[in-house]
């Protein structure tokens, strides 16, 4: 069995196993370095030829066709189908009371540790994101009737902080879409609950999921916009801080995206360093781990995305992420290390960065893109040693 995504060149190789390439591109009739370069991804095959492969593989055709995940709905038990059910109004009967605030309160942080801090956030979420937004959903609908003033405001701050989480986790698991209505959701929430703090966490999560359907232009402007209403809001000078370079680290990353590396490295020096500098790394308000370390994290982000992989991993060697409040954000950091590696040709370094998250983060390892194409990247062009620990990595996260 093979993932949905994995190209043709490492299907052929996965079902080659153990024979030899030149035996088996000679009883296809083509030649060895053709067939490493298909396998490489260097060339496509004709389809001939690729029939012929499948024939010598004892595989079906198709099974060296599929490179896309299949169209069909998903599973209805799934937690993304689930969460997706309540988000569109298949929630608690109307009759059902209500969570208390507090309660709602607990139980929305405990999630968020989890996701923060959990080499197994996802099949941890999965197990309480469901019931969680059912019973928050329903909270909300009962306090709009209420008259109790504090319940009512103390269940849309916790609706808000849900929203927020929800769309981390449904961005990560490809529901851009449902993501978008849970940024949606929290701002409602935040302006419903008169908070200022949740109101510019909720932009710095819509503006994240701009960024994520590939609007780095609008996800600047709208971040741009939201600081500079922090800037005036009345709230703590250290959460006025948090969340304002916050918003501005998701500017500098419409920036990066954008390839205006010199704006983006700019906004980081003059924006978002100052304001990391009042704020503890370990205080992560609003959940967005602002602090002097996620700045640094920003900062080997552009020169990992500008090709400028020797500065990076300069940068890096003066990053210690273990006193971040995220887990997340840690491994973002050695994926990035990782990919700079690769970058640089350095496979015995990839790998080793690879084993080290997978270590980390399992689920995440699995889960990310950028980190299954390194993966893959190793297994097409390291050494036979490492290429087969690659070939045994692939295997566990669910490649091959």
Request: glycine share 6%; proline share 5%; net charge negative.
């Amino acid at each position: 069995m093979v993932a949905a995504d994995l190209p043709i060149g490492d299907r052929i190789r996965h079902y080659r196993g153990g024979r030899r390439q030149d035996a088996v591109a000679g009883l296809v009739g083509i030649s060895p370095d053709y067939l490493s370069q298909i396998e490489r991804g260097l060339k496509v095959p004709s389809l001939p030829i690729l029939y012929a492969l499948a024939q010598e593989l004892g595989v079906p055709t198709a099974a060296l066709l599929s490179e896309q995940a299949p169209t069909e709905e998903l599973p209805a038990d799934t937690a993304e189908v689930a969460v997706g059910r309540v988000l569109l109004g298949y929630g608690l009967p109307i009759s059902t009371p209500p969570v208390p605030a507090a309660v709602l309160r607990d139980r929305v942080e405990a999630a968020w540790r989890s996701w923060q801090t959990s080499g197994t956030r996802f099949t941890e979420a999965a197990e309480t994101l469901p019931d969680l937004v059912a019973d928050v959903e329903h909270a909300a609908r009962a306090a709009r009737t209420g008259t109790d003033a504090d319940e009512r405001r103390a269940v849309f701050r916790a609706s808000a902080d849900l929203y927020c989480l929800l769309r981390s986790y449904l961005r990560r698991t490809g529901r851009v879409d449902l993501a978008t209505i849970s940024a949606d959701r929290a701002m409602r929430a935040a302006e419903d609950a008169d908070d200022p703090l949740r109101i510019a966490a909720a932009q710095w999560n819509f503006g994240h999921v701009l960024l994520a359907a590939g609007q780095p232009a609008e996800a600047e402007a709208l971040a741009l916009r939201a600081a500079e209403d922090v800037a005036t809001a009345t709230m703590p000078d250290v959460e006025r801080a948090a969340m304002g370079g916050a918003l501005q680290l998701v500017a500098v990353v419409g920036a990066a995206r954008r390839r205006k590396w010199w704006e983006a490295r700019e906004r980081l020096r003059t924006h978002a360093g100052p304001a990391a500098r009042t704020v503890p790394d370990a205080s992560n308000i609003g959940w967005t781990v602002f602090g002097p370390t996620n700045v640094a994290l920003h900062a080997l982000s552009i020169d990992m995305e500008a090709g400028e992989t020797s500065e990076a991993l300069n940068t890096a060697d003066a990053i210690d992420t273990r006193g971040l409040p995220s887990v997340e954000r840690e491994f973002t950091f050695g994926l990035e290390v990782a990919a700079c590696h690769s970058q640089r040709r350095d496979d015995a370094a990839t790998l080793l960065a690879l084993r080290d998250l997978e270590a980390l983060a399992p689920e995440d390892l699995a889960r990310t893109p950028l980190a299954r194409q390194l993966v893959l990247t190793v297994i097409r062009r390291a050494r036979a040693m490492h290429a087969r620990q690659a070939e045994q990595m692939a295997e566990r996260i669910g490649l091959v």
